[in-house]
């Protein structure tokens, strides 16, 4: 439990969402911590090729993003890497 209150004030600093990964997403969070071995993957930034986070998290399941009680996308939208679920999880 302690490592949920941990998450309060961290930056946020890359969201991994797009093309082959379906309707899940990663969320980077916290302190960035360089890997061994950088991700080679274009579609990423450098920082998320580059670094792992101190916390992230992965979400599974179905689910919903609003914003001010508007929606914003779902996990049934296209997850195209310029489709909506992509641009709306990486403004949002």
Same mark, same amino acid.
């Given at each position: 439990?302690?490592?949920?209150?941990?998450?309060?004030?961290?930056?946020?600093?890359?969201?991994?969402?797009?093309?082959?990964?379906? %309707?899940?997403?990663? @969320?980077?969070?916290?302190?960035?911590?360089?890997?061994? *071995?950088?991700?080679?993957?274009?579609?990423? $930034? &450098?920082?998320?090729?580059?670094?792992? %986070?101190?916390?992230? @998290?992965?979400?599974?399941?179905?689910?919903?993003?609003? *914003?001010?009680?508007?929606?914003?996308?779902? $996990? &049934?939208?296209?997850?195209?890497?310029?489709?909506?679920?992509?641009?709306?999880?990486?403004?949002?």
């Amino acid at each position: 439990m302690k490592e949920i209150f941990e998450l309060y004030n961290q930056t946020c600093w890359a969201v991994i969402a797009g093309k082959g990964t379906g %309707s899940i997403f990663n @969320i980077k969070i916290g302190e960035k911590i360089p890997r061994a *071995k950088p991700i080679n993957n274009p579609h990423l $930034s &450098d920082d998320a090729r580059n670094y792992d %986070s101190k916390y992230g @998290i992965m979400v599974y399941s179905s689910w919903e993003l609003t *914003k001010n009680g508007d929606f914003v996308c779902d $996990s &049934d939208d296209s997850n195209e890497n310029d489709g909506p679920m992509v641009s709306h999880l990486m403004q949002n």
